[in-house]
């Protein structure tokens, strides 16, 4: 009958397209032949042979064509719309069939193809390319990420794909970005996100020994807290827009990123710690900095995390770093003079930390150096608050 017959030329069509388009690029006009395949793509409904629609399209990313910023213009958009659509198709099924899988790794290969093209140093122009990414694909791969499961055989690569998205924006795409949001939505889009690195952080996606892999997502984070962080001085820090719960999760989430296991330098040879250190830095110390100033800015809202960041806190002065311990120990000091200032004592911030010191001697942390440092930094501070004295 015609309707199967029209439905095999479409998929021929689909599929021997991308192969001529290297003879046919020599005497189309690039851009009129990008509008060509757009109206060719626009033309299949929505609903019918998407398969073989993101396959087609993977392959014309590879081409000589899509590496040309006029012609991404007219394609990415309609590239974008499709990878959603069938994102959001395999998020809202309630069966992992064969069939999904494959249209997952099909998608996956797609934009993933997109962000190679969009990386390479040939690409020209790709800021308004990776804005519309952000802007239309980033909150669905997110989500894709967060239903997916780690055990996933594609959360991986979802994962890394958003690593990429990530990577590629930069401050201008991350404020507009942000600007998008109400102030409800943009809460509810930074706490999702704080639980999803925090997650991503606690159980990695790469085997252990893929340290490049790791150490990659764990600096592309790195920078979007930094980000989220500044968003919240300048939105969720007075007291009158204070948000407890977000900057509570803010500061579970940066203990948990310096105390990974990936990032404890001690643990690995002295050779690929050098190599880890000369091409990533010492990503503890950088978040580290971060919490200490990040702790010293929520004035009066500081007797709110006191004493449920204690334990937090200690976990993250106990990492075998002096530069670190000396950063950062002196914010116990603080929560003793933020609670007595509060209560006229300091019961909570005491009960807790003997509490917490106990169980972390315990299970093998701490060292004679730690606990000398701990003294020394809390009598020196003392010193210097004659009202704190016994």
């Not at 109206?39 to 087609?56: A, G, N």
């Not at 950062?328 to 509060?342: G, K, Q, R, W």
Request: aromatic share 8%.
């Amino acid at each position: 009958s015609e309707f199967p017959t029209t439905l095999l030329q479409q998929v021929a069509a689909l599929k021997y397209l991308p192969t001529v388009l290297h003879d046919v690029e020599t005497v189309f006009d690039a851009k009129l032949l990008s509008q060509l395949l757009y109206e060719f793509y626009t033309c299949v409904p929505p609903d019918k042979l998407q398969r073989q629609k993101i396959q087609s399209m993977t392959e014309i990313v590879g081409s000589r064509l899509f590496k040309k910023q006029e012609c991404r213009d007219i394609l990415l958009p309609m590239m974008l719309r499709e990878l959603r659509v069938v994102l959001l198709r395999r998020e809202e099924g309630t069966v992992e069939s064969g069939r999904s899988l494959e249209d997952g790794r099909n998608c996956v290969a797609l934009l993933n193809n997109i962000l190679e093209v969009l990386s390479g140093s040939d690409a020209g122009e790709t800021f308004q390319h990776i804005q519309e990414i952000v802007a239309h694909l980033l909150p669905t791969v997110n989500r894709t990420v967060i239903t997916m499961g780690r055990e996933h055989a594609l959360t991986s690569r979802v994962v890394a794909c958003m690593t990429a998205i990530l990577s590629q924006m930069d401050d201008r795409h991350y404020s507009s970005y942000l600007h998008t949001f109400s102030r409800t939505d943009l809460v509810d889009f930074l706490m999702e996100t704080f639980l999803l690195f925090k997650d991503l952080i606690g159980k990695h996606v790469y085997p252990s020994d893929w340290v490049g892999m790791i150490m990659v997502q764990n600096r592309v984070f790195l920078r979007a807290i930094n980000i989220f962080a500044d968003t919240m001085n300048q939105t969720f820090l007075d007291n009158n827009s204070f948000e407890v719960q977000l900057w509570n999760n803010y500061f579970h989430l940066a203990v948990a990123f310096i105390t990974q296991e990936s990032l404890q330098l001690q643990h690995f040879s002295p050779t690929k710690r050098n190599n880890i250190v000369a091409k990533y830095g010492d990503m503890r110390r950088l978040i580290g900095f971060a919490i200490r100033d990040m702790w010293y800015k929520l004035g009066v809202n500081k007797i709110c995390f006191i004493p449920g960041l204690v334990g937090p806190v200690l976990e993250m002065t106990l990492l075998p770093e002096e530069e670190l311990r000396r950063a950062t120990l002196p914010i116990f000091f603080d929560m003793m003079l933020c609670e007595h200032s509060h209560s006229g004592h300091f019961r909570k911030f005491e009960n807790e930390i003997i509490l917490k010191l106990d169980h972390e001697v315990e299970g093998g942390g701490g060292d004679e150096q730690y606990m000398e440092l701990l003294q020394s930094i809390l009598l020196e501070c003392a010193a210097q608050r004659p009202q704190m004295a016994p």
